[in-house]
């Protein structure tokens, strides 16, 4: 099966840069089902071509392993069009010919791997037995224009009708980690195969891969049904994660939102406050294992390590960049051994439940809660009051009374473009109290920022203990 990808950006040899593949010679990849080679038919200035061609060996895919029973030798294992056509061997080449670029890094030129540049991909041979439109319908809504060519069964017998095979070029001004996240997910849904095992780390590489453009995909639902092989209970815990990540915008970042909301609130220095808010209560609980829920960036772990009363810190959100994000933030792989031991961080969602966050002093939720859908809120109290348990629950939220008071914020917005809702100083203690009323904790308030003597303080936090 052959995959090219093009791109006439000036100069356009900079594409060898990006997949880490010099232009001047042909490299050979061992894989578990054969060998991918790279190299470039064309390697001009205006234009530029990589091509990875993956050999599969069919007879090697069905010999069994050293130990393993035979699986019977029938013909259809030898019979099949597993060599030819693009699907999750493929995806897996990608990621393991082309996984520096996949990732997003360049050591050489790390400024083009943010660069939307003009693309051109191809796959020879790509499999889908709807047809043409479920190609189209799953490429189109991420912006390329989508070239369908179709193939007969047989040219010397037309009568028998076209294959369910196609040949697709996709075009875009996008960046290259974009394009071939797509092709990764997408060409296994297409051929709604996969060769191995589909676990719960399936629904990992699901939303890594599917950051920042499968949670507001119109075939979402689909994708992830075929991505993880038909396992309905995978299904719906990747589902249940996309919806807490909430829709994305890829020309809206969510870092770039979270700059928004600081640059609103900077005159009153709120994030700092919060922060250090938060960080008084935990001492005067006499806190020593926090959980950090919705830790983004890593800001508060950052501050908490400085705590020494604070042995251990474990930071959970639901997006793989914002953690990754975290670590570079926080230098986890140069700190001490005694400092690098103290953090852990977990990729998860806050409504659905998980073993790992159990056995906690504190956990806090600081300026997390209006980011979850109001109907899941009931899961979001079950996940950390009934399930994790912790000591003690910081919770603090923007009071939706201040919002006037911000000059740049017009009438009826919210603070975050990605906010689901913004409670009154009422709303937030009704719920609270009702909470802990459920959940046998205690609550207090406590206001955070300037006050109005009409519109309170701009944050409030809950504080639940046991």
Not at 187 to 207: A, I, R
Not at 315 to 339: F, K, N
Request: aromatic share 8%.
């Amino acid at each position: 099966m052959l995959l090219t990808i093009s791109t006439t950006h000036q100069p356009a040899t900079d594409l060898g840069y990006l997949v880490h593949k010099n232009p001047g010679r042909l490299q050979s990849f061992k894989l578990p089902f054969g060998q991918g080679d790279v190299f470039y038919p064309e390697a001009e200035r205006d234009r530029c071509t990589v091509a990875l061609l993956l050999n599969i060996d069919p007879v090697g895919l069905v010999r069994p392993k050293r130990g393993a029973p035979s699986s019977g030798g029938w013909l259809e294992q030898y019979v099949n069009d597993r060599p030819y056509v693009a699907s999750s061997h493929l995806s897996v080449a990608i990621a393991s010919v082309f996984g520096s670029a996949l990732a997003g890094t360049s050591r050489e030129r790390p400024e083009l791997v943010d660069m939307a540049i003009p693309l051109e991909a191809r796959v020879a041979a790509v499999p889908s037995r709807e047809g043409a439109d479920l190609i189209q319908s799953l490429f189109e809504p991420l912006g390329y224009t989508v070239d369908i060519q179709g193939h007969p069964l047989d040219t010397r017998f037309p009568e028998w009708g076209n294959s369910p095979y196609f040949s697709v070029g996709l075009t875009s001004e996008t960046r290259l980690r974009d394009l071939l996240a797509h092709l990764y997910v997408l060409l296994p849904v297409l051929d709604d195969n996969k060769h191995y095992w589909v676990g719960d780390d399936e629904v990992d590489k699901l939303l890594r891969f599917g950051e920042g453009w499968l949670d507001s995909h119109p075939q979402r639902d689909l994708i992830s049904y075929r991505y993880l092989k038909h396992q309905r209970g995978l299904v719906n815990q990747a589902l249940a994660q996309l919806l807490d990540a909430g829709p994305s915008d890829p020309g809206n970042t969510a870092a770039r939102q979270e700059q928004e909301e600081e640059r609103l609130e900077a005159p009153v220095r709120l994030g700092e406050q919060r922060m250090q808010a938060v960080l008084a209560t935990l001492r005067m609980l006499g806190a020593t294992r926090v959980l950090d829920l919705g830790c983004g960036e890593g800001r508060l772990i950052g501050e908490l390590l400085g705590e020494p009363a604070i042995r251990s810190v474990t930071g959970l959100d639901v997006s793989h960049r914002a953690l990754e994000t975290a670590r570079l933030r926080l230098h986890i792989d140069t700190l001490p051994t005694q400092q690098r031991e103290r953090i852990t961080l977990l990729h998860g969602s806050l409504t659905y439940r998980d073993q790992r966050l159990s056995g906690y002093d504190a956990a806090v939720a600081m300026e997390v809660i209006e980011h979850i859908d109001a109907p899941r809120l009931d899961a979001f109290e079950e996940v950390v009051f009934g399930s994790a348990k912790p000591g003690a629950v910081l919770i603090t939220t923007p009071n939706a009374e201040y919002n006037t008071l911000f000059g740049g914020l017009p009438d009826g917005e919210f603070r975050h473009r990605d906010h689901r809702f913004e409670w009154t100083r009422g709303q937030f203690q009704a719920w609270a109290r009702q909470t802990a009323y459920r959940r046998k904790y205690a609550v207090r308030f406590e206001d955070i920022g300037p006050e109005h003597p009409a519109y309170g303080a701009p944050t409030q936090m809950g504080g639940l203990t046991q």
